[in-house]
């Protein structure tokens, strides 16, 4: 890396890199090859197939550049390619990971033709030995630790590149020496410095660059059909913002509610409902769960651990939630009853809402729902799920909007309910169905890892309790008929 070409920013080396500025791409490698190879290997347990991964990542990403919506972001980048293409290969392999380095009585001397840098730092043996004690090591302590000796044992650096606090960096490092056995310590310490990727590893991956300039390649690439690019592009730039597009869907939805309530008394009810609703899911989506973040880095939590953290925190999310608007709607009921047997009510008669406000209210409703889960499925390249989500949040609406036209509004609360009801079960299927997958992809790993780390029946149980919550608390708040309703009957 030149010392002029070094000082460049990501967002510089990117944009240079996308008009085949092939330097640029080169100090891109030299960068960052450390941080790929280290990822690879710790997933793998295997220098050459680390390695492999490796180039292959910087390959990819040479041909997805133009890809890339926010170049300062490189780094990031670059980590879930490398994440992807190590679930890939596993996937394609049919076998799980951590498990693919020889055994040291299946060892036999490599060949001597096209070995690889790190083949020719460190024999087959000391490989074998490597890994034996290393995958003793839980990922949490095992990959800064593989990080810190191939980046000149800098904390800095390495806090860095896996975006940590380099006081958490330093916990691990320091867990993951004592996890390992004295005798091995130094032969550890001494082995990975000598397989960092160097200079031979940058030429590897520039002479598998086609010769064809970035600018191209990407002309090759919209040839293939405008209208595939058009839509790809913007499905690229709309689906990130999806998450915030639905919690802004959700107050519209909410805020049409208010506006469309029959009495002041109500309008001020579902202000102050729907305000504390929409501050405790800010506050939970955000801080809360940066915090529970930030406390798996401190307490130093196993991956298991952080699992189990991490679903019991969103199934309380759920529970909150189901209980709020199960109170929320006994409540507004409970008003609208008693205003239709109050006489002398001063308020006026209600209008009711217009077409285009009811059916923003609905959407909202739907997006609300639908919006973080097709973000999540596109995140993880599960596009046919996100597509199948985005089929049917569309498909509900209309159901819901087609049935619901024209009922007066006491009439229509019942059957809104139920559409919506319809909806939460539809995401709750689909997540109990690709969960695991996803977490599996965003891990690098498979689902017999997934299902050690959080227990095949752990999402389905917890999809239980919440229906049983809810089924329970409408049971336990249904309102007693009164007197006059009895007689009546």
Same mark, same amino acid.
């Given at each position: 890396?030149?010392?002029?070409?070094s000082?460049?920013?990501d967002?510089q =080396? &990117?944009?240079? %890199?996308? @008009?085949?500025?092939?330097?640029a !791409?080169?100090?891109?490698?030299?960068?960052?090859?450390?941080?790929?190879c280290?990822i690879t290997?710790?997933a793998t347990g295997?220098?050459? =197939?680390?390695?492999d991964?490796?180039q292959e990542t910087?390959?990819?990403?040479?041909?997805q550049?133009?890809?890339?919506?926010?170049?300062?972001?490189?780094?990031s980048?670059?980590?879930g390619?490398?994440?992807?293409l190590v679930?890939?290969?596993f996937r394609?392999?049919g076998?799980?990971?951590l498990?693919?380095?020889?055994?040291?009585?299946?060892?036999?001397?490599p060949?001597?033709?096209?070995?690889s840098p790190s083949?020719?730092?460190v %024999?087959?043996?000391?490989?074998?030995?490597l890994?034996?004690?290393l995958q003793?090591?839980?990922d949490?302590?095992?990959?800064?630790?593989?990080?810190?000796y191939?980046?000149?044992?800098? &904390?800095?650096?390495?806090?860095?590149?896996l975006?940590?606090?380099?006081?958490a960096?330093?916990q691990?490092? %320091?867990r993951?020496?004592k996890?390992l056995?004295?005798?091995v310590?130094? !032969?550890v310490?001494?082995?990975?410095s000598?397989?960092? #990727?160097?200079?031979?590893?940058s030429?590897?991956v520039?002479?598998?660059l086609?010769?064809?300039?970035?600018a191209a390649? /990407?002309?090759?690439?919209?040839?293939?059909?405008? $209208?595939m690019?058009?839509?790809?592009s913007?499905?690229?730039?709309?689906?990130?913002?999806?998450?915030?597009v639905g919690i802004?869907?959700?107050?519209v939805? @909410?805020?049409?509610s &208010?506006q469309?309530?029959p009495?002041a008394?109500e309008?001020r009810?579902q202000m102050?409902a729907?305000?504390? !609703?929409?501050?405790?899911?800010?506050?939970?989506?955000? #801080?809360?769960?940066?915090?529970?973040?930030?406390?798996?880095?401190r307490?130093?939590?196993?991956d298991?651990?952080?699992y189990?953290?991490m679903t019991?925190?969103w199934?309380?999310y759920a529970m909150?939630? /189901?209980?709020?608007?199960?109170? !929320?709607?006994?409540r507004i009921?409970?008003m609208r009853?008693?205003?239709?047997?109050? #006489?002398?009510?001063?308020?006026?008669?209600?209008?009711?809402p217009a077409? /285009?406000?009811?059916l923003?209210?609905?959407?909202g409703?739907?997006?609300a729902?639908?919006?973080?889960?097709?973000?999540v499925?596109w995140?993880v390249h599960?596009?046919?799920t996100?597509?199948?989500? $985005?089929?049917l949040?569309?498909?509900l609406f209309?159901?819901?909007?087609i049935?619901l036209r024209g009922?007066?509004e006491?009439a229509a609360?019942r059957p809104?309910?139920?559409?919506?009801a319809l909806?939460?079960v539809a995401?709750l299927a689909?997540? @109990?169905?690709?969960? @695991?997958?996803?977490?599996a992809?965003r891990?690098?790993?498979?689902l017999?890892?997934?299902?050690?780390?959080?227990p095949?029946? $752990?999402?389905?149980?917890?999809?239980?309790s919440?229906?049983l919550w809810?089924?329970?608390?409408?049971v336990?708040?249904?309102?007693?008929? %009164?007197?006059?309703?009895? $007689?009546?009957?």
């Amino acid at each position: 890396m030149t010392p002029k070409m070094s000082l460049h920013t990501d967002a510089q =080396l &990117v944009e240079w %890199s996308r @008009n085949g500025d092939r330097t640029a !791409f080169a100090t891109i490698v030299k960068k960052y090859q450390s941080l790929v190879c280290s990822i690879t290997y710790n997933a793998t347990g295997s220098l050459s =197939l680390s390695e492999d991964l490796a180039q292959e990542t910087f390959f990819a990403a040479w041909k997805q550049l133009s890809e890339l919506r926010e170049p300062a972001r490189l780094r990031s980048w670059l980590c879930g390619i490398t994440r992807f293409l190590v679930g890939k290969e596993f996937r394609r392999q049919g076998r799980e990971p951590l498990h693919v380095a020889a055994a040291l009585d299946a060892v036999q001397e490599p060949p001597s033709l096209e070995a690889s840098p790190s083949m020719q730092a460190v %024999s087959r043996e000391e490989e074998a030995i490597l890994w034996r004690a290393l995958q003793r090591i839980p990922d949490t302590y095992r990959e800064p630790l593989i990080l810190f000796y191939r980046e000149e044992k800098s &904390v800095e650096r390495v806090a860095a590149e896996l975006e940590l606090t380099e006081d958490a960096v330093r916990q691990r490092l %320091s867990r993951g020496r004592k996890l390992l056995q004295e005798e091995v310590v130094a !032969f550890v310490e001494g082995t990975l410095s000598r397989t960092a #990727p160097d200079q031979r590893f940058s030429n590897a991956v520039l002479a598998m660059l086609p010769a064809t300039s970035m600018a191209a390649a /990407g002309a090759g690439v919209a040839g293939k059909g405008a $209208a595939m690019a058009k839509s790809g592009s913007l499905a690229g730039w709309l689906v990130p913002w999806a998450p915030f597009v639905g919690i802004l869907g959700g107050m519209v939805s @909410n805020w049409l509610s &208010v506006q469309a309530a029959p009495t002041a008394r109500e309008r001020r009810f579902q202000m102050v409902a729907f305000s504390g !609703f929409w501050a405790f899911v800010l506050a939970w989506a955000f #801080p809360a769960q940066f915090l529970v973040q930030e406390l798996r880095y401190r307490l130093a939590w196993s991956d298991a651990s952080f699992y189990a953290a991490m679903t019991a925190f969103w199934w309380f999310y759920a529970m909150v939630t /189901g209980a709020f608007f199960v109170f !929320f709607f006994r409540r507004i009921v409970a008003m609208r009853r008693q205003h239709e047997q109050t #006489p002398g009510i001063s308020d006026p008669a209600p209008t009711p809402p217009a077409p /285009g406000s009811n059916l923003a209210m609905i959407a909202g409703v739907y997006v609300a729902l639908f919006s973080w889960l097709i973000y999540v499925a596109w995140r993880v390249h599960d596009n046919l799920t996100a597509g199948i989500a $985005a089929g049917l949040m569309v498909a509900l609406f209309i159901w819901h909007f087609i049935d619901l036209r024209g009922r007066p509004e006491p009439a229509a609360m019942r059957p809104a309910l139920q559409h919506v009801a319809l909806a939460g079960v539809a995401v709750l299927a689909i997540l @109990n169905l690709r969960l @695991n997958a996803w977490l599996a992809v965003r891990r690098g790993t498979d689902l017999a890892e997934i299902h050690r780390l959080l227990p095949v029946w $752990a999402v389905p149980l917890a999809t239980a309790s919440l229906i049983l919550w809810v089924g329970l608390l409408v049971v336990l708040t249904k309102p007693r008929a %009164s007197a006059c309703e009895a $007689a009546q009957r």
